[in-house]
Every structure is written in C-alpha cells, then in structure tokens.
C-alpha cells in the first residue's frame, strides 16, 4: 500500500515538473490568414500563447497515432500578455482532409491532439456548414464568459466547417485578462474549427482624439492570424466568397465625420474591386458580408449614413446576405435593394433575386438587450424574448439555409435563401 501510494506521489511530482518544463499552453485557435489571396484548401494557420519560449514546435498529420510532419512557429514575446504568441502556417495541406496537431515535441503527451478539415476544392460541389455568433463580450450577466461557454458548446455539436464572430470579442480591448479568458473559454472550438472574426467597437479604440481612434487595440493584433491587414479582408471558401469589413464606432464616427468606408476612401475602394472580382468568378455562387455595425437594425444601432455608404455597393454586385452584431439581439429582416423592402412571401423562403438578406445575430454573452422592433419597416422576424443566441448556415448550391438557436440548443427562427 505504501508503494502504491509513493508510485502516485511520485507520478504526480513527473506530471508537475513535465508540465513546468514545457510551460503553459493557452488560447490555441485556428484561422486562415494571407496578404493576397486565402487557400482554404491547402493551408490553415493556428495561434496560441505560451509562458515558454520551447513551445515552437507542431506535429502534425493524417493519423492521430502517427503525427510525421513537423513546422515551426514564430515567437514574440508580448508585455501587453506578459507571454509568449506563437503563429504557425500549415501549407501544401491536402484538400478536403482530417489533419491532427500537437503542439510541442512527440514526447509531450500532456498537451491535446487537436485536428482541422481544409476545404474542397473550389471545383468540387459540397455543402458548407458555417457557425455565427459575436458579441461574446464578458459584461453583466457573462463576467466570466459563462454564457459564451455555453454556446461554444452548442456550436460544437454540429459539424461545422469554421465560424464567423461578429466582433465585440471582449468587453474593453485594453483588458489582457478578457482576451485570456475569451480564447480560453473558447479554445475547445476554436484549436479545432478555424474562426474568422471581424472587429467591434469595443474591440477597438473609441478615444476620438487619438490617432488610433477606430483601430483594433494592439492585443487584438498580436493574437490575430487573418489575412491582410486582420481587419479588413475576403476569402473564398467552396463556392461561396465571404468578406469582413471594420464598421469602427459608427455611431460616434457618424457625429464626427469620421465614417470608415466614404467612398473616397482606400477600404472602400478595395472593398468594390474585391466584390468586382467575385462577381465575375464563375466558381463563386454565393457573396456573404459581415460586419459589427448593422447596416439595417432597430433602435439607435441603425447608423444611417454607415447604411447609405455600404448598401450601395451590396446592391451593385448583387450580395446575398449581410451578417452584423452589436445588437445584442437575433434580428431577421426582409429582403432589400435599393429602397425596394420585398418581405418573403411564406415568412421562412426569400428569393435571392429580390436583394439583400440582412441578419443580426449579435447575442452570445454580451448583456442581453430589450426585444422589440416587431414593426420596423424591414422586420420580418425577431424573438419576443431575451435568448442568447448562435446560428448555423448551410450552403449547397443553389440554396442557403440559416438556422438559429438559444444557448440549450433549442431552435429560434430559420428562413432559406434560393437562387
């Protein structure tokens, strides 16, 4: 018994020292990034933190007993996280394949095998499984991102391929302790399923004065691993073009004259040639754009000058559906062109030759918001109750169906867009 008992003690005391020795992993979370153009079938890229600078190190491979490939990662030290940020890229992946990674050396066998799907080829016709969800910030009622907890979980029970965040990542983008918590909490999700989020206003830096007002705060950049410059960009994913815009602090910005995308602008130039670009790809069925601010909502969310620069060029290339947060509500409404407002005619079926789809799914931690809107002109559908919510989209070829749920998975609203 008492040999029984030292075994244990001492195999405690190899676990301790292992674990000391090869220094905390955290935050690991997957994502695809790129300065042109984003290979979702042949590249992925993950990023994590670590107290050791020893950590560099990925196995990885198509089998889960046999990791046979090794990369290494890229360190820096960040004093913002007092740690370790490591990014990795994965390239000449194989489309359309199960691949598991280990961080660390083979011997570590303390930390998780993670794994990750790449895409199909943009060729091959295949469903796409998609999670939505944003506004996870840790305030009243989810301090310690227990809410989102809750919907990482939901999101984890289907199969999807990636998730889109709607921005408001965290509360104050300045708290090192909320991004800490925010990528832990979701972790589970995210070092398995790639997210690819945009940024929200309280992502970013809302002093008016400052010359970084409506810029990411330098932590959001550090832990980012997304393509051009993690802000503002586009990817392909199947047969689907998907792009994240920074709608910055729209509110306060209108008041200011300080609107991001005027048409005069650098991001709004880019934002026409890459939706000219997709447009005229014959591989891409589907355009998808997300972004924080809605750019049709109730209440005082509905920034109207943000709305008029933006809907211009979704109702030139012909834009299927918009995606925001920022309210912390589930808000579905009709489809619109111009200052055409077509309600589907069945309520759940919306014909994509009518215009745009235009959805609020901003409601998976953040402090929930008052319901209400039933009347407002665009409105076609939201909840007479406070829920947190995720949703699930699906792309096939010539349809699109969104499904939303509450926290306990319990089904809320879905609708189907036909081509």
Known sequence: MIFKNNLVFFSLCLLLFSLSAQGQIEGVHLSWNGHR???????????????????????????????????????TYSNNLNSVVFKADFKKLTPNTTFYY??????????????????????EASEIIIGVWGDTQDNSGNTNFEQTAMIVNQIRKHPVKF????????????????????YSTSEPLNANIPM?????????????????????????????????????????????????????????????????????????????????KASKNKHIKWIVVYCHYPVFSFGVSNVLE?????????????????????????????????????????????????????????????????VGGFDFKTMVFTPKRKIYTYAIMSIRDDDLIYEVFDSTGEYVDSFKIIK
Request: glycine fraction near 8%; charged fraction near 20%; hydrophobic fraction near 30%.
């Open 196 to 276: 690819m989020p945009i940024v929200g206003n309280h992502d970013i830096v809302n002093d008016s004065n400052s010359i970084d007002f409506q810029r990411p705060f330098p932590i959001y950049y550090e832990l980012s691993n997304l393509p051009k410059d993690h802000v503002n960009y586009s990817f392909d994913y199947g047969n689907t073009h998907f792009v994240a815009i920074n709608s910055g602090y729209a509110q306060l910005a209108q008041k200011l004259g300080k609107l991001l995308y005027s048409k005069s602008s650098d991001d709004y130039k880019w934002l026409e040639k890459d939706l000219k």
């Open 37 to 75: 153009d984003v290979n979702t079938s042949r590249t992925m890229s993950v990023t994590w933190m670590s107290s050791s600078n020893s950590n560099n190190t990925i196995c990885y491979g198509v089998d889960s007993n046999h990791l046979d490939r090794q990369i290494t990662a890229d360190g």
């Open 306 to 370: 943000w709305q008029s620069q933006i809907q211009h060029l979704l109702d030139k290339y012909e834009v299927d559906l918009v995606l925001s947060g920022h309210r912390h509500v589930y808000e579905r409404h009709a489809s619109i062109k111009g200052d055409q407002i077509i309600h589907p005619q069945d309520q759940q079926n919306y014909d994509s030759s009518n215009g745009t789809v235009y959805i609020t799914n901003g409601s998976a931690g953040g402090s929930l918001q008052g």
């Open 163 to 182: 998730t889109l965040h709607m921005g408001d990542l965290v509360e104050n983008g300045a708290k090192t302790t909320s991004w800490r918590k925010f």
């Open 102 to 123: 280990q961080i660390g050396s083979p011997s570590q066998r303390l930390i998780p095998i993670y794994s990750f799907i790449t895409a199909h080829r943009p060729k």
